[in-house]
């Protein structure tokens, strides 16, 4: 209570619904050219690739290594770098002003202003993300080098394609 007064709860400031559109429709015109780009490129590389995988070196790793570190290792590494460039500025100034919404910030739903150890949640919260995915990376790591490096033998399946090439840097 302030001055005999219950105080209301103040909420952070909403999009309209014309710049709730307009960032709806920039994210789908990226998702589909992410789209656009694994379907045409991506996938059938992929494709053409991973049949022929074991037998192949590129930059001197075997072709399956690279494979499985590009699938395992990279992917939580690429995810962890995209929350960091995205939201990690963001929750940095939250830390410094323990404050979540920042001021002025719009939002897209009715959202309270939290002060204090309760706006320290999403701080927290997204470090704890980071550095999950960096020790799953980390993890995975250890895993695939593990599991291919007890499998360096040459594949006699390999002598006989005419696919198996070495691509050198």
């Not at 952070?12 to 015109?29: D, T």
């Not at 996938?43 to 590129?58: G, K, V």
Request: proline fraction near 7%.
């Amino acid at each position: 209570m302030i001055n005999g007064k219950a105080s209301r709860p103040q909420f952070a400031p909403l999009y309209s619904r014309k710049e709730r559109w307009r960032i709806f429709l920039w994210v789908l015109m990226a998702v589909g050219i992410l789209a656009v780009i694994m379907f045409v490129w991506v996938l059938p590389w992929l494709e053409q690739f991973l049949p022929t995988a074991h037998c192949q070196t590129i930059y001197g790793i075997n072709g399956l290594t690279l494979v499985m570190v590009i699938m395992l290792v990279a992917s939580p590494v690429t995810l962890a770098l995209f929350l960091i460039v995205t939201e990690g500025p963001k929750s940095w100034w939250v830390f410094r002003s323990k404050q979540t919404p920042l001021p002025g910030e719009k939002v897209m739903r009715p959202t309270r202003y939290r002060y204090g150890t309760r706006a320290l949640w999403r701080p927290f919260g997204f470090l704890l993300v980071v550095i999950l995915l960096l020790a799953l990376a980390v993890w995975a790591y250890v895993i695939t080098m593990n599991l291919t490096g007890t499998n360096n033998h040459p594949n006699k399946s390999c002598d006989n394609l005419a696919v198996s090439r070495v691509i050198h840097g």
